[in-house]
């Protein structure tokens, strides 16, 4: 079957501009995850879907990011007013409902801020 | 709370040789603990999982990790390392039951010497 999909996989952009970022999970997954991979940061949580239930919020780094995943599938990532230390790939994860923890992985999107 | 330490952010071996990365972890329950694996340019993929059945878990390609409650640590080994084990690694660990948030460690890049 199909794995986590995310677009798009390179976004260039330049300061001060909004990105989007999406991701379609591995069909049936209850639960999503965002990370954000910088050079030498190892994985930065960023924000948690699971169910119907409130997302976990705690790791977005501040109010120019957000994140709503609709009929509890597709997500999207938002950052707005871009600044160059947003520069990152941005990681995208599913998780099944059998309490497993095990998360899959899309291939992440690659954002630049010039 | 729960957090992950990663000791080395680079490891080198030579081909052959012993592979021991090592995780420690913090968790204030009791934990699930994983070890993924990144190649280059290319996403995460889980390698092996800790559920709270054996503590000795064996996952792909020959890695294997023990959970030491008392030492609150769970390190990666493979007896003979291969040329292709070159990629980086990360440990991650979520309480115990699932349905929480994952939080990953910085890594660990391992260089195999032939």
């Known amino acids: 079957g199909a794995g986590v999909s995310q677009s798009p996989s390179n976004k260039v952009t330049e300061k001060g501009k909004d990105v989007e970022l999406r991701c379609d999970p591995i069909?049936?997954?209850?639960?999503l995850y965002w990370y954000r991979q910088s050079l030498g940061q190892g994985l930065e949580f960023l924000i948690y879907f699971q169910g119907n239930s409130a997302p976990d919020k705690s790791g977005l780094p501040s109010d120019r990011f957000s994140a709503e995943r609709t009929g509890g599938s597709v997500s999207t990532l938002t950052i707005q007013r871009t600044q160059q230390e947003d520069s990152a790939v941005y990681l995208c994860a599913s998780s099944p409902p059998n309490r497993s923890g095990e998360l899959f992985f899309g291939e992440g999107s690659r954002l630049t801020v010039l | 709370a729960q957090s992950v330490t990663q000791l080395g952010s680079h490891v080198s071996v030579s081909e052959g040789a012993l592979v021991l990365l090592r995780c420690n972890y913090s968790s204030s329950v009791p934990p699930y603990l994983f070890w993924y694996v990144q190649y280059p340019n290319q996403g995460l993929q889980l390698l092996l999982k800790?559920?709270?059945?054996?503590?000795l878990v064996k996952g792909i390609n020959g890695f294997e990790a023990e959970f030491k409650k008392s030492e609150t640590s769970f390190h990666l080994t493979k007896p003979s390392a291969h040329m292709s084990d070159a990629a980086e690694y990360f440990c991650a660990v979520t309480p115990s039951g699932g349905y929480q948030k994952v939080t990953f460690g910085t890594g660990t890049k391992l260089q195999v010497i032939p």
């Open positions: 069909s049936g997954h209850t639960a």
């Open positions: 800790y559920t709270s059945a054996a503590t």
